[in-house]
């Protein structure tokens, strides 16, 4: 067997030329001819930096690859878009790729992604206003969760190495308050000698650090999840109490989250209170909402109340008197949107969320809404039957998109307007697509930029008749 020819490590100073859809940056560079031959292009990817940076990188074996991927550099010059109160750590941990870049870089680079995207599939970049950035784009995730690394680290996987935890000494995500919390659980850990749990050899205890507060009440929910319950567990989770009582008066909600399943995700978990109730409540919008360890909620509540806002604005002036909101988890645009229609009806798979939905709708005194635990395909069908097609569908699926199914079962379902609400504008690009052929064209749409420093941004669509379409019915 033929030996791989090795190479030996390179370095090089390039110029960052663009950002990609992953947020790291890109240079290519090309190999100078060796004995006549052509020099071979290389691709280079590195993190945390800005377009225009002057880095110094070094590249493993780098004669013979055609893409790398490096994860720490040197500085040389800073490009007109980098922040320059930004300094790179190697240690830097994930979760912030675009953190080098100016805002209004951070900005620009979210708006010309998706105006990308979406002509792509055809859509009028006149349609696509610019993009409505925060005031304030630090500190404004009401949730964060952490994981107990096996080296003694609580923190963030490492950008592009998930098997690494980069423990989180400072976060321009979290508040002071879960950082305050999460400074004193690392030293209950290391107080108490409990092991990190390891995914790899399925042992150990303490897996992951949630850590939940509310924008407006300030209520801070902190919870352990762990694969079980430790022997000494009452005098453990005491001392953890008073650590936490001491120093936090927010302090709401401590809890023991035992997952025993494999599965990180898994939703078959039994929670304990330690400390208070088991959820916190979060004002929104005019509404109150009960918030448990796994409710999925906006993690950046100040701009998701622009886009409610956004939406109501949309429909303010048109009488609507079905509404049908597609994936409305715990009911948080269900409820505005009820104050508009004459019925809502919500659709959501996860049957904790339509109970919460059904709760937080009882606790406002809504009562023109109803909640359908179901698939979102069936629950249209099953509704079809009851309603016929209603005046307007609102739909915010997964970041993975709705998918064409259920973007044709839309489509024959014939509501009057559809708002879409999306947190990927390329597989929002692909759904649009499967409307066209059901008489619809999109006419408005709003990006927000509801997740500063990563690459995420959220669009909201209005999609409506065509004309042609219009004149027909």
């Not at 052929?437 to 959220?458: L, M, N």
Request: hydrophobic share 35%; charged share 25%; glycine share 8%.
């Amino acid at each position: 067997m033929t030996k791989k020819k090795t190479y030996p490590t390179e370095t090089y100073d390039i110029t960052i030329e663009s950002i990609n859809d992953r947020g790291n940056g890109y240079a290519q560079i090309t190999h100078p001819p060796v004995n006549g031959h052509m020099g071979a292009g290389l691709q280079i990817f590195v993190p945390h930096v800005a377009p225009g940076d002057k880095v110094r990188v070094s590249v493993p074996n780098a004669k013979g690859r055609r893409r790398a991927s490096v994860f720490e550099y040197e500085l040389l010059e800073a490009g007109p878009h980098r922040d320059p109160e930004f300094e790179f750590n190697p240690d830097f941990s994930g979760g912030t790729p675009l953190i080098a870049m100016s805002y209004e870089a951070q900005l620009d680079y979210k708006q010309q992604m998706i105006e990308d995207y979406l002509d792509k599939v055809g859509v009028d970049k006149q349609l696509i206003r610019p993009i409505i950035g925060m005031d304030q784009p630090f500190h404004y995730r009401n949730k964060m969760e952490l994981t107990f690394g096996i080296d003694g680290s609580l923190g963030m996987h490492g950008q592009g190495n998930y098997k690494k935890v980069v423990d989180l000494k400072d976060s321009v995500l979290a508040t002071q308050d879960m950082m305050t919390a999460k400074r004193i659980v690392e030293q209950w850990w290391l107080d108490s000698n409990l092991p990190a749990y390891n995914k790899e050899t399925k042992e150990g205890l303490l897996r992951h650090l949630i850590l939940r507060q509310s924008h407006q009440t300030k209520e801070l929910m902190v919870g352990i999840v762990a694969n079980g319950m430790p022997e000494n567990y009452d005098e453990v989770t005491q001392k953890l109490s008073a650590r936490l009582t001491a120093e936090l008066p927010t302090l709401t909600s401590l809890l023991w989250i035992e997952n025993t399943s494999i599965s990180e995700r898994s939703y078959e978990t039994t929670t304990h209170v330690i400390t208070g109730s088991d959820h916190i409540n979060e004002a929104f919008c005019g509404f109150t909402f009960r918030i448990w360890h796994d409710t999925f909620f906006q993690p950046n509540p100040v701009q998701a109340q622009k886009m409610v806002e956004i939406v109501e604005g949309l429909i303010k002036d048109k009488q609507y008197n079905q509404v049908v909101d597609l994936y409305c988890g715990i009911g948080t645009f269900s409820l505005p949107l009820a104050r508009q229609a004459r019925h809502l009806a919500g659709i959501e798979i996860v049957e904790s969320s339509i109970e919460s939905a059904k709760r937080n709708a009882q606790d406002n005194g809504i009562t023109n809404a109803e909640f359908i635990c179901s698939e979102a395909r069936r629950g249209l069908e099953a509704l079809k039957e009851q309603w016929g097609s209603p005046d307007l569908l609102v739909l915010d699926p997964p970041r993975s998109g709705a998918g064409g199914k259920m973007m044709r079962s839309i489509g024959r379902y014939q509501p009057g307007a559809i708002i879409y609400i999306s947190c990927n504008p390329k597989e929002l690009g692909n759904d649009l697509i499967w409307l066209d052929d059901f008489g619809y064209e999109v006419t408005y749409v709003q990006p927000v930029d509801q997740f500063p420093h990563t690459i995420h941004s959220e669009c909201i669509v209005m999609i409506e008749k065509s004309d042609s379409e219009k004149s027909i019915n």
